[in-house]
């Protein structure tokens, strides 16, 4: 269980500064003023903080290597806070800009001070409107009350892209062009970078941020009394899909799977479950696999952002991939060929198979395909899908291949898990109603070709 004071959600949204300082807010940035920066981090090195954006890397790692990066080039660092979540089954981010942007801020500029850096950006989407007004209204209020560093961040609203939330897409976005991500990382050449200046930038997740305030606050020792030895704290988890509660769930990080789906979400009949487009799929043969970074990952998946979309034994495999392929081959930016052409041909030999028109050639140059789309990447959207389609064949191939001998069409009817809203009050869950009208260069279709599309996967001709 994780004790009301290891809790980085709080019981109802933090409206004002006052009601922050009354729980207990602000006493991290106040001990953090007292401190020299490389204290600062050395308290998060000890507490032994990991990004909570995906990876898992070592924030203070992160931080020195920027800051050794920086210093090399004689610039300061740039700062940047990444809330553009766009995963599919994800929806945290939003939930602490909402009901706590006092805490994330004040992260902000505990590390603005730590870093040493020159300004801090806070990305996130346009479209998130309530949490985006939230944010905003702190903001102003922690600027009026002086806050150290508080004057050098900035809010920068992005597009509805998945691309968006990649690190270096985003720093395009903060440029003021489309989120294309680059090749060299931003540790290396970061924000406004030129050839004489790289100007090295951090870039943290949201929930990263949120932690720093108790960590320098209350000490290492105490974010250590949850999580485990490698992977302590606590951590957000969402849950939506074919469960009895679906939500956003804060738990202590190596609490089993199982706890977070069965227990606390209520999955009764699980067939497989998406981590999310970055990892491989999760079976029920998975389920106690602790809910930290190194187990995750040795088991064949990933804890990436946290997020979870649950599929019972009445889903079929075909449509589950085909869904999440989908969505990659939209968001793919086609600046890789391997990873445009490659996720776009899954993506109709998918569709085939929901059709009941593909062969076993087909599946077979799909598989192929999923081995391709890697070459010469410049992020991790094609690693994602190279991932679903291994672990998804690897698992039920099996069903695969009765789906296309049968030649059948499939149900296809899933909608792609991209997360509007979750309303606490009552756990229904709204999805994005419009995804299926996005075009593979991110526009939007000017008729609605659902029916149509829908009727066509039916068919029996």
């Given at each position: ?16 500064l ?18 020299e ?5 050395e ?9 909570r ?256 979309v ?15 392929i ?19 041909e ?20 799909m ?7 890697t ?8 690693v ?54 996005k ?23």
């Amino acid at each position: 269980m994780v004790r009301d004071t290891d809790r980085l959600l709080p019981e109802g949204p933090v409206r004002s500064l006052d009601d922050h300082l009354a729980a207990g807010g602000g006493r991290g940035l106040q001990r953090a003023l007292t401190l020299e920066p490389d204290e600062v981090t050395e308290l998060v090195d000890q507490a032994g903080l990991r990004g909570r954006g995906g990876a898992g890397f070592p924030t203070a790692r992160k931080w020195r290597g920027v800051l050794e990066n920086a210093a090399a080039a004689g610039v300061a660092p740039t700062l940047v806070a990444n809330g553009a979540e766009g995963e599919p089954g994800t929806y945290k981010d939003r939930v602490l800009l909402e009901q706590q942007p006092f805490a994330f801020l004040e992260g902000v500029c505990i590390a603005l001070h730590a870093t040493g850096a020159s300004a801090a950006y806070v990305g996130t989407k346009a479209k998130f409107t309530q949490p985006v007004a939230a944010l905003s209204a702190a903001l102003t209020e922690v600027r009026e009350a002086g806050w150290a560093g508080a004057d050098r961040i900035e809010l920068v609203l992005g597009p509805d892209a998945y691309l968006f939330g990649e690190e270096t897409g985003m720093l395009k976005v903060i440029e003021g062009e489309l989120p294309l991500p680059r090749v060299v990382r931003p540790y290396e050449e970061g924000l406004f970078s030129t050839a004489t200046s790289p100007n090295p930038t951090v870039v943290n997740n949201v929930e990263t941020f949120s932690h720093l305030p108790r960590i320098v606050a209350d000490g290492p020792d105490g974010f250590r009394e949850a999580g485990t030895e490698a992977s302590p704290g606590t951590m957000l988890f969402t849950v939506v899909g074919d469960v009895e509660s679906p939500g956003t769930y804060e738990l202590a990080l190596g609490t089993p799977l199982r706890t977070l789906l069965v227990d606390i979400a209520g999955a009764r009949d699980i067939k497989v479950v998406a981590p999310g487009t970055s990892s491989g799929l999760i079976t029920p043969a998975m389920l106690d696999t602790p809910l930290d970074f190194d187990a995750m990952r040795e088991a064949g998946t990933g804890l990436g952002s946290g997020g979870y979309v649950v599929y019972d034994s009445s889903r079929s495999i075909v449509d589950v991939l085909a869904t999440l392929i989908h969505f990659l081959a939209i968001e793919s930016c086609g600046q890789c060929n391997a990873c445009k052409l490659g996720n776009g041909e899954m993506d109709a030999i998918l569709a085939s198979m929901q059709r009941g028109e593909a062969t076993q050639t087909d599946l077979e140059r799909m598989v192929v395909r999923s081995h391709t789309v890697t070459d010469q990447n410049r992020c991790y959207l094609p690693v994602g899908s190279q991932a679903l389609v291994g672990s998804a064949v690897d698992a039920f191939v099996d069903e695969f291949v009765a789906t296309v001998e049968a030649g059948e069409p499939t149900p296809a009817d899933l909608p792609v898990p991209l997360i509007e809203h979750i309303d606490e009050a009552t756990g229904t869950v709204t999805f994005q109603e419009r995804y299926h009208l996005k075009q593979p260069d991110w526009s939007y279709a000017d008729q609605d070709p659902g029916e149509e599309r829908l009727a066509a996967l039916r068919s029996d001709d």
